[in-house]
Antibody, heavy 117, light 107 residues
Framework: QVNLVQSGAEVKKPGASVRVSCKAS????????ITWVRQAPGQGLEWLGR????????NYAQRFQGRISMTTDTATSTAYLDLRTLTFDDTAIYYC??????????WGQGTLVTVSS | DIQMTQSPSSLSASVGDRVTISCRAS??????LAWFQQKPGTAPKLLLF???RLEDGVPSRFSGSGSGTDYTLTISSLQPEDFATYFC??????????FGGGTKVEI
């Protein structure tokens, strides 16, 4: 069965960087893309971007351009999200999700990133 | 970006009730709409895609309808396990994907 397992919670100081991982299993990683979404406390879901599992091509949300990177390691079927120059507003639960035939069909359990001084 | 307006933001209902949640897009999305269920501390679960198609394994008490800009999720007879937050997502324009604000279904 398809499963996406994300890395554990992180606490970072303002200005720092964070890496969240998303390990996929139960399907051919290179046949599907991964999208990243976040949910700040009390807020709705916000799309961060996506990456192709096939060739690593990326599309990022415009407001994160310059401080976000998404990569994959096909050998371990793992996707990574890197977010730099963190601010308090980046405190959120970060989700990865597989891009299925239509839309995001399987999601990771979420990773809480807390930015605190 | 396509804005998704979901209503209501919360509702109270009882087991056995019929529940309806609405989602309106800021432009036509040609049925490229999905509904998700999320329970506290767990990953969102895909319920329906293409506005009305049930994901495998989802009970038939869940249904979706709509066209153009207006879409609806209906739970025909609310069960105890259905108390959760529901949100819509448009994928007509995938850059960016956008989501409704969510509807919390409470007892």
């Amino acid at each position: 069965q398809v499963n996406l397992v994300q890395s554990g919670a992180e606490v970072k100081k303002p200005g720092a960087s964070v890496r969240v991982s998303c390990k996929a299993s139960g399907y051919m990683f290179t046949s599907y893309g991964i999208t990243w979404v976040r949910q700040a406390p009390g807020q709705g879901l916000e799309w961060l971007g996506r990456i192709s599992g096939y060739n690593g091509n990326t599309n990022y949300a415009q407001r994160f351009q310059g401080r976000i990177s998404m990569t994959t390691d096909t050998a371990t079927s793992t996707a990574y999200l890197d977010l730099r120059t963190l601010t308090f507003d980046d405190t959120a639960i970060y989700y990865c999700a597989r891009i299925g035939l239509t839309t995001t069909d399987y999601w990771g359990q979420g990773t809480l990133v807390t930015v605190s001084s | 970006d396509i804005q998704m307006t979901q209503s209501p933001s919360s509702l109270s209902a009882s087991v056995g009730d019929r529940v309806t949640i609405s989602c309106r897009a800021s432009q036509g999305i040609s049925n490229s709409l999905a509904w998700f269920q999320q329970k506290p501390g767990t990953a969102p679960k895909l319920l329906l895609f293409a506005a009305s198609r049930l994901e495998d394994g989802v009970p038939s008490r869940f249904s979706g309808s709509g066209s153009g800009t207006d879409y609806t999720l209906t739970i025909s007879s609310l069960q105890p396990e259905d108390f959760a937050t529901y949100f819509c997502q448009q994928y007509y324009d995938r850059t960016p994907l956008t989501f409704g604000g969510g509807t919390k279904v409470e007892i």
